[in-house]
């Protein structure tokens, strides 16, 4: 736990949030700027700073509440779709360095849901480039 960390503090019970689930690993609560209706936070209850920080059973357990808890938005909330979305770093518009796994729900209809898609779909790129990343990718993985 991070005495700076807002999170922690959500988790802690020091800092007010709007419970929707919780286990002895994940806490999951609403996000006080809704992209879309329901939308919310999966977090781990043991502070990592990111992706690339946290533990393999953490990260583990809170892809499986953030499943749950999307399960629960289509089923209650009438949710169409789902979008799964975690920033790591700074300029991936990571905020709050408390690792979280955003839930958001989507909908057909837009007075409920405020998401634009962040890149240009359809713009194919250059074969040759994604090959030479993608073998560099593959080289580098463990
Ligand atoms: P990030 O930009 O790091 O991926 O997302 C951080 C998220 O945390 C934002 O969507 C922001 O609205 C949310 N957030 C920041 N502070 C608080 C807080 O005190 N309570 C709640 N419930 N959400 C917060
Ligand atoms: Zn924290």
Known sequence: MSDQCVFCGIVAGNVPSVKVAEDD??????DINPGSDGHLL????RHSRDLLDIQ???????TLTAQRVAKAAVK??????VNLLN???ADAWQTVFHFHLHVIPRYVDKTKDRLVLPWQPGIRGDMDAIAALGNRL?????
């Open 87 to 89: 920033c790591c770093g």
């Open 76 to 81: 209650e909330l009438g949710a169409d779709g």
């Open 42 to 45: 999966v977090v781990p209850k």
């Open 25 to 30: 690993t994940t806490y999951a609560f609403m």
């Open 138 to 142: 593959s080289a580098a993985v463990n």
């Open 56 to 62: 393999a059973d953490d990260l583990a357990a809170v």
